[in-house]
């Protein structure tokens, strides 16, 4: 039986990681969410590595529960050598957390071991700079095999490659994203659970600018049946260029048709769950694909609360969250991130 390629087409290399220490401008990146089938939990994973500071690349861990709990880790780590088992760059490793391309486009690992603060999403709600008090000693040992062919963005939609052809592209980078379907084992203080879960990876290399950013949404799923969809999109500002905005869906077959979000739950109030992040689809081929959507662990994104002196005092807030979502009755867990200005927000 033929192999199916996952590649879309994307040359191989990219699933490389920067091996050696570029421009001090130049970001590497894996990031992947990853949402709990039965959505108990669910969890975000980072590691940055930032041309300007590559002896120690950032990491950024939250481990988000239904009932509230989060355990969150910020900060950086001793770098570790880019180059895995066959001697290719795949490997991208920081301190306590270790991603590992196994296959290009089919597999990737990931694992961590060490103290993560315990807090609860009410408190960085409230907070989002607290003091780190109490810790817990989490590790997890997770595969994820990918689900669906990557989604470049800009390469779906004309209007989209045309909005991000120009500095509205900045605030993306170079980058691709690639649904999955996970299995592996988190220990919190010595209690182990094993799971299966959905999830979204992101590659990213590139120059990134964030000043000039004005919010965005953001949502993504693949369902059991292999239907799928995805989206990122701007608000629309008055006077202004076409902001961007692009879509897609996946159909049982594996057939991605290009759409446009028409109906966004755009971020208007700040909760820790609960929230309905429903949303609307128009494909290119005319059809209206309506997505139900309900938070289960919602949460503040940490950092980018202390803002530089020159920046603008009405800097969009961030939340990452993690939803059920709902597409002609076929249940699934998926990922929502958002950002609106704090002058739109209730």
């Known amino acids: 039986m033929a192999t199916i390629d996952l590649s879309g087409g994307i040359p191989v290399t990219r699933e490389y990681v920067v091996a050696e220490k570029p421009e001090d401008g130049i970001r590497d990146a894996v990031n992947v969410w990853i ?7 669910a969890m975000r994973i980072g590691v940055e590595a930032v041309g300007a500071q590559w002896d120690r690349h950032e990491l950024w861990l939250d481990i988000a529960f239904a009932d509230g709990r989060l355990y969150s880790r910020r900060g950086d780590g001793e770098s570790q050598s880019a180059y895995g088992p066959g001697g290719k ?50 590790s997890f040992d997770i595969q994820m095999d990918m689900a669906a062919v990557p989604w470049e963005p800009g390469t779906i939609l004309p209007e989209a490659a045309e909005a991000l052809g ?21 220990t919190i203080d010595g209690a182990a659970r094993p799971f299966k879960a959905n999830g979204l990876r992101i590659r990213r290399t590139g120059f990134r600018a964030f000043a000039g950013f ?19 999109v701007y608000p629309p500002r ?15 077959d594996g057939t991605r048709t290009g759409a446009r979000p028409v109906g966004i739950p755009w971020l208007r109030k700040l909760v820790t769950g609960g929230e309905d992040v429903s949303c609307v689809l128009e494909t290119v081929d005319g059809r209206r694909i309506e997505i139900g959507g309900l938070t289960f662990a ?18 969009p807030i961030v939340q990452q969250a993690h ?24």
Not at 114 to 133: D, M, W, Y
Not at 299 to 308: D, E, I, K
Not at 325 to 345: A, Q
Request: with cysteine.
């Open 35 to 41: 949402e709990e089938g039965n959505g108990a939990f």
């Open 323 to 346: 939803a059920f979502y709902t597409w002609d009755g076929e249940r699934t867990t998926g990922m929502v991130e958002r950002s609106s200005k704090p002058s739109v927000m209730e």
């Open 298 to 315: 919602n949460t503040r994104s940490r950092g980018g609360h202390v803002l530089p002196p020159d920046w603008p005092k009405d800097w």
């Open 214 to 232: 004005w919010g965005h949404c953001w949502q993504s799923a693949v369902f059991p049946s292999g239907r799928a969809f995805g989206f990122n």
């Open 166 to 186: 120009g500095k509205q592209g900045d605030y993306m980078s170079p980058r691709y994203e690639q649904l999955f379907r996970a299995a592996g084992t988190l």
């Open 238 to 252: 008055e006077g202004e260029a076409p902001s961007y905005c692009e879509g897609w869906i996946i159909d049982a």
């Open 89 to 138: 760059p795949t490997v991208r490793a920081t301190g306590p957390i270790r991603f590992e391309c196994v296959d290009p486009f089919r597999r990737w690992t990931a694992r961590f071991e060490g103290p993560v603060a315990l807090t609860s999403a009410q408190e960085i709600l409230e907070n989002p700079g607290f003091a780190e008090r109490q810790w817990a000693e989490v």
